[in-house]
C-alpha cells in the first residue's frame, strides 16, 4: 500500500525475502567449506607419495602427535581453556572414539604404502555404509533397504578391487583399507553416540593413541628434515585443519548433502597422485570404484528422496 500505512504484508514478505537470503547464503558458506575440507583431505595420497626414507611408524608418530597437538589447541580455545571439562564430558564414547581413530589412521598409512592410492580411496570410501550397519547393531538405528542395497552394491566394488590386490600382489594393502573403512565407521558410530557434548576430544585421544603405537613400535624416529616436515603439513593442513572446515561447514548442510560432497575426496585423491606421479590405477580398481561411488551417490539420494516434503508442503 501507498497510502503512508504501516503494511505488515509488505514487511513480512521482505523479511521472508532476507531470512531467504540468509539461508542461501549459509547454505553456500557450507557448501565451499566442505568443499575446501575435501580439497584439503584429498592431499593425503600425494603427501605420503612424496614421502622419500621415512618407514611407516615414525611417519604415524609424527603425523599424529602433530594431529593430536593442533587439535588439542583448537579445543582449548573453543572451550576457553577448560580443556579437562570438555575431555571429561566425551566420557567412555571418546576413548572409544578415539581408539577406533587411531586404528583406522594406523590402517591407512599401511594401506597407502602397500596398495595404490586408487584402491585405498575407493575402498575407504565404503566408510559411511558400513557406519549405517554398525549404527544399526549398536543404536538400534533402522536401515532403509535403499541402504542394505547399497551395500551389497559397494560390495561387489570392493571384491574386484579385492581381486585384483590379489594378482598384483596387494591384498594386505586392500584389506587395511577395509580395516580403515571398518574402524573409522565405528568412530562415526560412537560420536554419534555421543552428539550432545562436544566430541573434538575424541579425535585429539586418536591421535594421542596413534602417536603412541607409533613410538612403541617404530625402531628409529630420526627421518630426515623434508620428511619431517611433511608429516608435520599432514597433522595439521591435511588432517586437523579439514576437520575443523568439515564440522563448520557440516551445520548447514544435510546428511545426504556432506556424503555427496564427500566423495570429491575420494575422486580427487587418486587423480592427484596421477598428475603428480603418473600412478595409474587398473581397470579392476577404476571399475570397482565407479562401483563403489555409485552405490553411495544413489544411497544418499534415495535419502534425498526419502526427506522431500510433498507438493503443497510449506
Known sequence: ??????????????????????????????????????????????????????????????????????????????????????????????????????????????????????????????????????????????????????????????????????????LSGNLLAVGSALTFAALTVALRGGRRVDMLPSVCLGGAFAALVGLLFAADLAISVRDLALCVVMGTVQLSAPLVLFIVGSRHLSAVELSLLSLLDVVLSPLWVWLGIGETPSGLTLAGGAIVLTAIAGQALSGARRLRPPVGAV
Not at 611407516?56 to 576457553?80: D, L
Request: aromatic letters at 10%; proline letters at 1%.
Open 1 to 170: 500500500m501507498n497510502d503512508g500505512r504501516y503494511d505488515i504484508s509488505d514487511a513480512a514478505a521482505a523479511a521472508a525475502d532476507a531470512g531467504g537470503r540468509a539461508v542461501g547464503e549459509r547454505y553456500l558458506f557450507g557448501v565451499g567449506t566442505v568443499l575446501f575440507a575435501m580439497l584439503l583431505w584429498s592431499s593425503s595420497g600425494i603427501l605420503m607419495r612424496s614421502i622419500e626414507t621415512a618407514s611407516q611408524w615414525p611417519v604415524v608418530f609424527y603425523r599424529s602427535a602433530t594431529m593430536a597437538a593442533t587439535v588439542f589447541a583448537i579445543v582449548a580455545v573453543s572451550h576457553r581453556g577448560r580443556v579437562v571439562r570438555a575431555f571429561r564430558a566425551a566420557g567412555g564414547l571418546g576413548v572409544l572414539g578415539g581408539l577406533f581413530f587411531a586404528a583406522s589412521t594406523i590402517c591407512f598409512i599401511f594401506s597407502i604404502t602397500s596398495t595404490t592410492v586408487a584402491n585405498t580411496a575407493f575402498l575407504s570410501a565404503t566408510a559411511p555404509l558400513f557406519a549405517a550397519v554398525l549404527a544399526w547393531i549398536a543404536l538400534k538405528e533402522r536401515v532403509r533397504a535403499a541402504t542394505w542395497i547399497a551395500m551389497a552394491a559397494a560390495l561387489l566394488g570392493v571384491a574386484l578391487m579385492v581381486v585384483e590386490g590379489v594378482a598384483a600382489g596387494r
